[in-house]
């Protein structure tokens, strides 16, 4: 028998690409069919094109950490804090000066006067289409018992945990998790929906050479604008690539598509394999 890899997708993207460990989603996976190749073209938009509503997206505004509580409550359990241009998912309002988050597969709450409305991006996109299903090859998997390929589709409630809203279902193996996405005129946001917490991962205006702080205090800089790009779904041009922190860790934006691929230690970690029409 063929042995599995000892580290998991979501482990692998979290090590290589800033963010915390992720817990895996807390249901089965769904069972990934084959995939069919489709090329997809960067340079014409169609109007189907529709990226996450920014409606309960929130960025904190504060000049220290804010804390996330068990109660909408200061005397209450410390559960998480956020910083500065960090972003959280509101579930509901409360007209006592507290919000209710979603947080680690639950939720807290947070003071509503730390969080602000952000405006959405009109320029051109790099966010992916909430009207589309994505495939993506993950070539660490071969050889082993789980499947090369995985399918992210989004979903606006997970009947089975409703606490998690507006996100990016991703039935990888051999852990499934669920991604947040927000496209906002300030950049990309993205997070894990296991911790909550959105951080930037492109920088808007998109600018060659433009660097921000990560989630973890790690360095990104976008290193290229124009990038021709080639994966198993076909060819992009004028990429945005982006590197994070001192190591060979790179991400592929291409617009009106999104994320076709990552890299780490100078080595495809995954990349697009199919957009369904």
């Known amino acids: 028998m063929k042995l599995k890899p000892v580290i998991s997708l979501s482990i692998l993207t979290a090590l290589a690409f800033g963010t915390f460990l992720t817990v895996p989603m807390p249901s089965k996976a769904v069972t990934n069919s084959n995939v069919t190749n489709i090329t997809k073209s960067t340079n014409n938009p169609n109007s189907t094109y529709k990226t996450a509503s920014l409606h309960s997206f929130k960025l904190v505004r504060a000049q220290h950490a804010v804390k996330i509580f068990s109660k909408a409550s200061t005397k209450s359990t410390v559960l998480d804090s956020v910083k500065n241009n960090q972003g959280v998912v509101v579930l509901r309002n409360y007209s006592n000066g507290w919000s209710k988050v979603s947080l680690q597969f639950s939720s807290g709450y947070i003071q509503t006067k730390y969080l602000t409305s ?160």
């Open 118 to 277: 952000v405006k959405a991006n009109i320029n051109t996109p790099y966010a992916m289409n909430i009207n589309k299903t994505y495939s993506y090859y993950i070539p660490g998997n071969t050889g082993s018992d789980f499947k090369t390929y995985y399918k992210a589709k989004y979903q606006t409630v997970y009947k089975p945990n409703k606490t998690l809203t507006h996100f990016w279902f991703l039935n990888s193996e051999p852990d499934p998790y669920g991604k947040m996405e927000y496209e906002t005129f300030k950049g990309l946001y993205t997070g894990y929906k296991d911790i909550g917490i959105a951080t930037l991962a492109v920088k808007y205006p998109v600018k060659l050479n433009k660097t921000w702080k990560g989630l973890n205090g790690q360095t990104l800089k976008i290193v290229s604008t124009k990038k021709t790009v080639k994966t198993k779904s076909g060819t992009y041009k004028n990429v945005v690539v982006v590197k994070e922190g001192k190591n060979k860790n790179y991400s592929y934006y291409a617009p009106h598509i999104g994320l076709i691929k990552q890299e780490l230690n100078g080595r495809t970690f995954s990349e697009l394999a199919s957009i369904d029409q």
